[in-house]
């Protein structure tokens, strides 16, 4: 009976060992081939990581082609992390919205929107692409977007309401805003014309339009007991024709801190600049200045010339060329 047990278990080990043996080199061969796939995905990790801050280091320097080719790379490294897909998004809409090509921008922050439909960054940022579009309907939705989650941000909203041309609900927003004690300082100008009933829309302001026969130094005295903006707009037009550039200084200043809602004065305060030769200074002084402006091509041209004539001294002829034909092709429709 004991040989019969040790003829069984003796079958039993010939039958058993290999078979052990050779799962213990497909346990192996696994094992190798997940720490092969391990060091793979720790590696795409590492080089991720470099691009990424290679195009941070590329954008903060303004080489904007550069940081997309770097995050383009971190792209063929994706890991399928959301995370990640989203930051990638937003910086190329970033480096392609400085390089000015919009439509790019607007892509790629779209892009990143679908990961995060609520950042606030990139819904600003998308909101910006549709202003530099002209896109002011999808501009003044998105603004509605964002002031959801940042209520302070009330200018934005009443001037893309205007340019929109929905005066009545920039109207009721500004008296929403004062019942509640929330109506800031920046809309003071608006809430003044707005509700009464003088919209900031100045037809009459372009520069190369007639003003009443008075005289600078009537108008200076008028001025100094009736601080309003139509007797200001008269002094700063007639300084303008005479070139009196020391003066135009001296009002246009003043005229941005009493007035800042009226385009008018950020045309005049950038001629000035453009005279002392601070053609960077007056371009900002321009961008900021064009956001007042409602329904005025006129006044449009006037702007995209002046905005051509500091790209032409700064030597960007490419910007120059393109802004003076906008102001052409405004005047020739008006025309």
Do not use: H
């Not at 004991?2 to 078979?19: A, E």
């Not at 910086?91 to 990961?115: C, P, R």
């Not at 501009?139 to 009330?154: T, Y």
């Not at 707009?233 to 941005?256: G, H």
């Amino acid at each position: 009976m004991i040989k019969r047990v040790r003829y069984i278990i003796l079958i039993y080990l010939s039958i058993s060992l290999p078979g052990f043996a050779q799962k213990d080199s497909l346990a192996n061969a696994f094992i190798a081939k997940k720490n092969i796939e391990e060091l793979r995905s720790e590696q795409k990790k590492l080089n991720f990581q470099k691009f990424f801050f290679e195009a941070l280091q590329q954008k903060a320097i303004g080489n904007f082609d550069k940081a997309i080719s770097a995050l383009e790379n971190c792209q063929s490294q994706s890991l399928g992390i959301k995370e990640g897909d989203k930051a990638v998004n937003f910086e190329l809409s970033k480096n392609y919205f400085e390089l000015k090509k919009y439509i790019e921008a607007e892509a790629y922050v779209k892009k990143g929107l679908e990961i995060d439909p609520e950042n606030l960054f990139m819904l600003q940022l998308l909101k910006d692409t549709y202003n530099r579009q002209s896109n002011f309907k999808d501009a003044l939705e998105v603004q509605k977007i964002i002031i959801k989650q940042n209520p302070n941000d009330q200018l934005d909203l009443v001037i893309l309401y205007m340019r929109n041309q929905q005066i009545d609900n920039a109207k009721q927003f500004i008296i929403d805003l004062e019942k509640k004690g929330m109506l800031s300082v920046s809309l003071l100008p608006f809430k003044k014309s707005l509700l009464e009933g003088n919209v900031l829309t100045p037809s009459a302001n372009s520069v190369n339009k007639p003003v009443e026969q008075q005289s600078i130094e009537n108008l200076k005295n008028v001025y100094k007991t009736n601080k309003s903006f139509s007797v200001l707009k008269q002094l700063l037009l007639k300084l303008n024709t005479k070139e009196s550039f020391s003066e135009l200084e001296k009002y246009s200043n003043e005229a941005i801190e009493l007035f800042p809602a009226q385009p008018l004065v950020y045309l005049i305060r950038a001629k000035v600049l453009k005279q002392k030769k601070e053609y960077k200074n007056a371009l900002q002084v321009l961008q900021v200045g064009f956001n007042y402006i409602v329904d005025d091509p006129l006044l449009e041209a006037d702007y995209y010339e002046q905005i051509s004539l500091n790209y032409k001294k700064l030597n960007e002829n490419e910007n120059a060329s393109k802004y003076y034909n906008k102001a052409i092709v405004l005047r020739q429709k008006k025309s």
